[in-house]
């Protein structure tokens, strides 16, 4: 089946330090990966996206290339602020035959110190 | 747009008590879910629907039942609750296959 294997935290970090968070995927077929975001006490947002192999994803100062070879997805961020410490998902979507389904790993907490 | 609006944000139950999480979106989207996050478990999905009169099982989908009878609303159904279900419940939605999620705010239920 699916799945997603993310790094475990909690990554703590220096303001203006560099982030890398580890993503990687098992799936068949040819899937969309996504980056989610959880700040404190609220819901999911959509970070990032790509769905398809080498393409690459970014949305505020972070990006994540998808990597069919090594079935990776890693987010990255070159100077990260306070205002960046939440729980990050790596997430994918199996395209066509999954209805839609997502395929969630455990989350990565990461805490921004001044 | 309001996106996907879940309610209540909180709520209290009685073991054995049933009750209707309630989810509408007003985006048109086709695809819905619901989810519920647990402390180290990531999200896990319950039930998901990809339009009106379709649903289906999830991962996780024991104790709760579902029906999509328009494309805005998608309740989730408590039918006997037990403490095991006190969790973080998530609806979110979507346009299609390869667009991301819109997350709602959440629904927090403890079981006593």
């Known amino acids: 089946g699916n799945s997603v294997t993310q790094m475990e935290g909690p990554v703590t970090l220096s303001e203006e330090a560099f982030l890398t968070i580890n993503c990687t995927y098992t799936a068949t077929g040819y899937p969309s990966l996504f980056w989610y975001v959880q700040y404190p006490g609220e819901g999911l947002q959509l970070l990032l996206k790509a769905t398809k192999a080498d393409d690459k994803g970014s949305n505020k100062g972070f990006e994540a290339t998808y990597r069919k070879e090594t079935t990776s997805f890693h987010l990255e961020k070159g100077s990260v602020q306070v205002s960046d410490s939440a729980v990050y998902f790596c997430?994918?979507?199996?395209?066509?035959?999954?209805?839609?389904?997502?395929?969630f790993g455990a989350g990565t907490q990461v805490v921004v110190t001044p | 747009n309001a996106g996907v609006t879940q309610t209540p944000k909180f709520q209290v139950l009685k073991t054995g008590q049933s009750m209707t999480l309630q989810c509408a979106q007003d985006m048109n989207h086709e695809y819905m879910s619901w989810y519920r996050q647990d402390p180290g478990m990531g999200l896990r999905l319950i039930h998901y629907?990809?339009?009106?009169?379709?649903?289906d099982q999830g991962e996780v989908p024991n104790g709760y039942n579902v029906s999509r009878s328009t494309t805005e609303d998608f309740p989730l159904r408590l039918l006997s609750a037990a403490p095991s279900q006190t969790s973080v419940y998530f609806c979110a939605s979507k346009r299609s296959s390869n667009y991301g999620y819109t997350f709602g705010s959440g629904t927090r239920l403890t079981v006593v």
């Open positions: 997430a994918l979507d199996a395209g066509a035959d999954s209805w839609g389904k997502l395929q």
């Open positions: 629907s990809v339009g009106a009169g379709i649903t």
